[in-house]
């Protein structure tokens, strides 16, 4: 059997890809009630995890090539009446429950982000992935272990998307 070689770039690409198509699927099949659907109060909605894993893509994967964000540079923030630094790390219940996109607006974000993710990776230099970039506020690491982090928190929403898909439809969701 040969073996493919393969790079560290096209190895977090491909990381990236399966969870986006959950929540293209998660955006495409739920209605507003399931969007915005918390279990408790102090939970988030499937609507909020998409924002807040695509703003965490967008701002670490910016970082690393040291380019703009989406969110500000195709004004998003703008589109959302959101802040341009908030991520959605540290929100409060009260946030989480302001956080009403539109759905379009929301999978139009999604998926800036996911092109501007996956271009980004595509094009880092060896030297920018082994560089130190602010992964947050006074917490630096190399650049390749906070895109690896970001793999890690988008699973764990993704993850949390699908529970709550699971949640309000039942078995079958899938």
């Known amino acids: 059997m040969a073996s493919e070689s393969v790079d560290l770039n096209g190895f977090i690409i491909a990381l990236c890809e399966a969870p986006y198509r959950w929540i293209q699927q998660a955006l495409d099949e739920v209605d507003d009630d399931k969007l915005y659907f918390r279990p408790e109060q102090d939970s988030n909605h499937i609507a909020w995890l998409v924002w ?8 670490i ?3 690393v090539l040291d380019e703009p964000q989406v969110w500000t540079s195709g004004g998003w923030n703008e ?3 959101i802040e341009p630094d908030r991520t959605g ?4 219940p009260e ?3 302001q956080f009403r ?6 999978a139009g974000y999604a998926g800036a982000v996911h092109q501007a993710l996956i271009d980004r990776v595509g094009r880092a230099t060896q030297a920018q992935l082994e560089a130190d970039i602010e992964y947050s506020p006074g917490n630096t690491r190399p650049a390749w272990r906070a895109l690896v982090s970001v793999v890690e928190d988008t699973a764990e929403h993704t993850g949390q998307v699908n529970y709550l898909r699971g949640m309000t439809a039942g078995y079958g969701w899938r």
């Open 52 to 59: 807040h894993l695509s703003r965490w893509r967008d701002r």
């Open 61 to 63: 994967s910016a970082a």
């Open 79 to 81: 589109s959302f009446g």
């Open 89 to 92: 790390l540290g929100d409060t």
């Open 101 to 106: 996109p539109d759905r379009e607006l929301l």
């Open 95 to 97: 946030q989480v429950a």
